[in-house]
């Protein structure tokens, strides 16, 4: 499963764009690259899922370069509510199971 | 459609007794998983399952720790003669049948909080 490297912690104001990167140099061509959220004593949240170019839903976008190595999701307007700790992962299609979990970002968004 | 629901939300043990966490899956959802969560730390898998089987289970403990996922009723972690160590929040998550394109998005449930004293 390919590793990836994202920031300890960010940072932002109410009703800023936040732009959070992940590294994943060994993706592998089969990998799909997700994102979830997770807030303190609750469980983690499917945020947004992609495979290349931009994915957006109702809650952020998924921006994915050509050479795949690399993603940021993107936050539009956050708010005070949006802090919590934002966990990149990659896998394989199909049903293998297993997350695998980094360390994740913690966001912090104040007023 | 009630979502995935873990019960007890928290749970006292004293050293060396059993601790026994459940798991209801979302409705339709025939895979369960269990992760681990330990402060400040991010989630650990433990065990995969569907009903009646076992798929994959390399990041459970080789002792202490079984996983079972019956016909019929919630999925069940039991940890026997439990240490501090243990300690944690254990979170069960649970998909539907596979689509087979990318992963399928796991819906977690609340956690259940581990205290062993």
């Known amino acids: 499963l390919a590793k990836t490297t994202q920031p300890i912690s960010m940072d932002s104001y109410e009703g800023q764009e936040v732009n959070i990167t992940c590294s994943h140099n060994?993706?592998?061509?089969?990998?799909?690259i997700t994102w979830y959220q997770q807030f303190p004593s609750q469980g983690p949240r499917f945020i947004i899922q992609?495979?290349?170019t931009k994915v957006t839903n109702e809650v952020a976008s998924l921006f994915i370069p050509a050479d795949r190595k690399s993603s940021t999701l993107s936050l539009p307007r956050v708010s005070l509510s949006d802090t919590a700790v934002y966990y990149c992962?990659?896998?394989?299609?199909?049903?293998?199971?297993?997350?695998?979990f980094g360390q994740g970002t913690t966001l912090q968004v104040k007023p | 459609n009630a979502g995935v629901m873990q019960n007890p939300r928290h749970l006292v043990r004293r050293r060396g007794q059993e601790a026994r966490l459940r798991c209801s899956p979302m409705?339709?959802?025939?895979?369960v998983y269990w992760y681990r969560q330990l402060p400040e730390e991010g989630l650990k898998f433990m065990v995969y399952?569907?009903?009646?089987?076992?798929?994959?289970e390399s990041g459970m403990p080789k002792e202490r720790f079984s996983a079972e996922f019956p016909k019929e009723g919630p999925s069940i972690l039991r940890i026997q003669q439990v240490v501090r160590g243990d300690s944690a929040a254990y979170f069960c998550a649970s998909s539907p049948i596979t689509s087979g394109r990318g992963t399928d998005t796991q819906y977690f449930g609340p956690g259940t909080r581990l205290t062993v004293l």
């Open positions: 399952l569907q009903k009646e089987n076992i798929i994959d």
């Open positions: 060994n993706i592998a061509t089969n990998d799909y």
């Open positions: 992962l990659v896998d394989e299609g199909g049903n293998t199971g297993k997350l695998i």
């Open positions: 409705k339709g959802h025939s895979h």
């Open positions: 992609g495979y290349k």
